[in-house]
């Protein structure tokens, strides 16, 4: 009886080589489908209007608001056309040069500001540690879109304000996570054996202790840029964006409120945009995450 329950349960149960297979699939397929999509939409960010079937500002009002698929005399339109009869695929692609550009300069510059001052009072401890804290605390206490739209408002929308303002959002939680890390790397033996050694502290920080927090900053700084695209896009639904040639997501997202009824396509299209370049960021960093930190 037990024999035949035995072979039964092994009958039933995976073999190693399945499990594998499975666990392979469960965990690199996605990520290599978000790596292509990330890749896809740098090439996007590199030559969008290149890779644009039609101008992204010409208008034709006889084909307003037309269903993806459609035809007219400028040719096919893949999803559709907007209000104003621009096809919807070149708005989108022309879009996403700006809004890729802007988050990933405000995701470096942020990321930047945040390790240095995170591996500097981290490093220094005492009051500059503790002030560093404090800050962030003020800072996270407060809703950031509204700190964002009172600066963007009042000073107006430009290229570099938003950047700024977007940086600003970012070194927060890089600020806090590197500085507790450093803290705890400064306590290792090694490191103390250097100090001893009256090592500089540029050489302890930047040979010895940046290597072991840069898996955190990394993953950290791809969280940033998802984080970034969304409040950009922000930025632009309600009107705050950076001038351009184009309308970027945020801004055909707003266009495209009045027609839900009628036109869906023109909010679901660049919805879609942002929704996948988010997920696909966010899924690389947690695959790099799991690959610097098994455990």
Known sequence: MTTTLEANASKARPSVGVRRFRGVLRHRVPTVIAVLMVAAFAVITVAGDKLAPM????????GRLL???SRTAAGSHLFGTDALGRDLWSLVLAGAQTIVVQAALAVVIGTAVGALLGLYCGYRGG??????IL???LQLSFPFFLLALAVVGIL?????????????????????VVHIETREVCQLEYILAVRVMRGSGLRIVFRHILPNVASSILVLGALAFGNAIVIISGLGFIGLSAPSASPGWGEILSDGRDYMASAWWITITPGI???????????????????LSPN
Do not use: C, Y
């Open 273 to 291: 945009a942002i929704f996948l370049l988010v997920l696909s960021v966010n899924i690389i960093s947690e695959a790099v995450r799991d690959r």
């Open 156 to 176: 107006g929308a430009s290229f570099w304000l938003v950047v700024f303002v977007v940086a600003l959002a970012s070194w927060v939680e890089i600020a806090r």
């Open 135 to 137: 800050l962030t605390n």
């Open 127 to 132: 009051r500059l540690g503790d002030l560093l």
């Open 55 to 62: 101008d992204a500002g010409a208008q034709h009002l006889r």
């Open 67 to 69: 269903p993806p698929g």
